[in-house]
C-alpha cells in the first residue's frame, strides 16, 4: 500500500491506466479536437477579451493554456527587475468560466511514487472539484466510478476501493480555486522577464491548511495572456524543499466525452477496501484536548452524530469561531477565506447523519467515516463524508472533524 499512498497524497483526486487502448482513445479524441479547432486570430485582434477567448466557437474545440516548460525553466525561472504587481486575477478568471475539462501534464517530484503524471478531468455543475477523473502515473491507475474511488495496482494485484470521491483535481483548477486562492492570507504576485525567452511572467505564491494536510502553491501565468501556463504545488506552507507535483502543460476543454474517464481492470483482479487515513502532517493541529467535545460515556455512533450536529449548526450559523474549534485545521482561515469557499455549497439545513461507514486509526486513535446529506443554499441536496477522530488524553476521551473525505456528492431525494 506505500506506493498507492504516496499517489494518493500527491494527487488525492487525480488518476489513469497502464493501457495502450486506453491511450489510444484517449489521444484520439484529443487529436480530433486539434483538428477541429479553429485558427487563432491575429494579433492585432481589437480586444483583450477577444484575445484571452480565442477559444472554442464548437462543444469540441479546447484552448490550449499551458506549453511544454521543461522542469528546468519551471524550477529555475529567471526573472529580471523581480517586482510585486497587483494581478488582474478576474481576466483569468472571466477566460476560464466556459472549460469543463483539462488534461495535466506533469510530474510528481517527491517520495517513493516520483514519475511523470497524466491526469484527465471533468469538473462537477458548480465548478469546485472534478466529477470524472481518469490518471496515470507509473503502473498505477485510478478512476471514479458510481461515487466511489478504485486504484489498480498491478504490483499487488488489487484494486484498491474506497467511498466517495477521494481522487480527481481538487480543488478545480478554474474560476472558483483562482479566486479562492487570490485570498488567503500570504498570497502575492510578482512581475518579471523570463531571462531565457524575453517574455513577462507574472508568479503568483499562497499557502493554505487543508483536509489533506498543509498545502502551498507557484502558479505561472503569461502576463500578456493573462492565462496560467504551469503549476507547482507543495505538501508544507512555505513551497520549501521538493514540490510534491509539478504540472507544466495544462489543456483546457469545453468538454470530453464519458470514455475518456473509463478504466477496465484485468479479469479476475480482487477488490480491496482501502484503509482510512489521514496525513500525518495534520495530526499535531488536531491533539490539543480543548477542541472537539467530549466522548465519554457515549458510544462511537452516538459521539459522531453529536460532534456533526453541532458541525453543521456552526455552519448554518455561520460562527466561525465555533467551526474552528469543532474542526481546527481551520483555525488559520481568515473569515473571507471562509465564505469565498462555502459559496453554493453552504448547507442552509441538515437531512441526516448517518451511521458510521468504515473505520481506520491515526496515530492520536480511532477514525470514523460519517455521511451527512445536507440542504445546500442553492437548492441542491448533497452528501458529504466527514472524518471523526477520537483523542484519549488527560482530560478523557473526545472527538474532533478532521474534515471532509473527498468531494460532495449532489444526490436526488
Given at each position: 500500500?506505500e506506493?498507492t ?15 495502450p487502448?486506453?491511450?489510444a482513445?484517449v489521444?484520439?479524441a ?8 479553429p ?11 477577444a ?35 497587483a ?10 468560466k ?55 495496482e498491478?504490483?499487488q494485484?488489487?484494486?484498491?476501493v474506497e ?6 483535481v481538487?480543488p478545480?483548477f478554474?474560476p472558483?480555486?483562482?479566486?479562492t ?13 523570463d531571462a ?8 503568483a ?16 501565468f ?7 501556463v504551469?503549476?507547482k504545488?507543495?505538501r ?32 479476475g ?5 482501502k ?23 457515549l ?9 456533526l ?8 450559523r455561520?460562527?466561525?469561531?465555533r ?48 455521511p451527512?446529506?445536507?440542504q445546500?443554499k442553492?437548492?441542491?441536496t448533497?452528501e ?5 477522530q ?9 472527538c ?14
Amino acid at each position: 500500500m506505500e506506493r498507492t499512498d504516496d499517489i494518493s497524497q500527491v494527487i488525492r483526486r487525480l488518476r489513469v491506466p497502464p493501457s495502450p487502448e486506453l491511450d489510444a482513445r484517449v489521444h484520439e479524441a484529443i487529436n480530433q479536437t486539434e483538428r477541429s479547432a479553429p485558427l487563432i486570430p491575429p494579433p492585432n485582434e481589437p480586444s483583450l477579451r477577444a484575445l484571452l477567448t480565442m477559444v472554442m466557437k464548437k462543444k469540441s474545440v479546447r484552448y490550449t493554456l499551458g506549453t511544454t516548460l521543461g522542469l528546468g525553466l519551471i524550477a529555475a525561472l529567471m526573472l529580471n527587475h523581480f517586482t510585486t504587481t497587483a494581478w488582474a486575477m478576474e481576466r483569468t478568471i472571466a477566460a476560464l468560466k466556459k472549460y469543463k475539462a483539462l488534461h495535466l501534464t506533469g510530474h510528481t517530484a517527491s517520495g517513493s511514487s516520483a514519475g511523470p503524471l497524466e491526469v484527465w478531468a471533468r469538473a462537477n455543475a458548480s465548478g469546485t472539484c472534478s466529477e470524472a477523473c481518469l490518471a496515470k502515473m507509473g503502473s498505477i491507475t485510478v478512476w471514479v466510478e458510481g461515487n466511489k474511488t478504485y486504484a489498480y495496482e498491478p504490483g499487488q494485484n488489487k484494486v484498491w476501493v474506497e467511498p466517495g470521491i477521494t481522487a480527481g483535481v481538487n480543488p478545480w483548477f478554474g474560476p472558483k480555486f483562482l479566486s479562492t486562492f487570490a485570498r488567503v492570507r500570504d498570497y502575492q504576485a510578482h512581475e518579471g522577464t523570463d531571462a531565457a525567452t524575453g517574455q513577462k511572467r507574472v508568479l503568483a505564491t499562497g499557502s493554505l491548511p487543508t483536509a489533506l494536510g498543509p498545502q502551498s502553491f507557484l502558479i505561472e501565468f503569461g502576463a500578456e495572456t493573462k492565462l496560467p501556463v504551469s503549476m507547482k504545488g507543495w505538501r508544507n506552507l512555505n513551497r520549501h524543499g521538493t514540490p510534491e507535483f509539478v504540472f507544466d502543460k495544462i489543456v483546457y476543454f469545453e468538454d470530453l466525452p464519458d470514455s475518456t474517464f473509463r478504466f477496465v481492470p484485468p479479469p479476475g483482479v480482487p477488490l480491496a477496501d482501502k484503509p482510512l487515513t489521514i496525513p500525518e502532517a495534520n495530526v499535531a493541529a488536531l491533539s490539543d484536548p480543548k477542541d472537539g467535545i467530549p466522548a465519554t460515556g457515549l458510544t462511537r455512533e452516538e459521539a459522531c452524530r453529536k460532534l456533526l450536529e453541532q458541525m453543521w449548526d456552526a455552519c448554518i450559523r455561520e460562527d466561525l469561531p465555533r467551526i474552528r474549534r469543532l474542526c481546527p485545521l481551520t483555525a488559520g482561515w481568515p473569515e473571507e477565506l471562509f465564505r469565498t469557499i462555502a459559496g453554493q455549497d453552504e448547507p442552509v439545513k441538515v437531512l441526516s447523519i448517518g451511521s458510521i461507514e468504515q473505520t481506520g486509526q491515526s496515530r492520536l486513535g480511532p477514525l470514523a467515516l460519517v455521511p451527512s446529506r445536507l440542504q445546500c443554499k442553492d437548492g441542491k441536496t448533497r452528501e458529504v463524508r466527514m472524518v471523526v477522530q477520537f483523542r484519549e488524553t488527560d482530560q478523557g476521551l473526545s472527538c474532533v472533524v478532521h474534515g471532509p473525505h473527498g468531494n460532495s456528492i449532489e444526490v436526488k431525494e
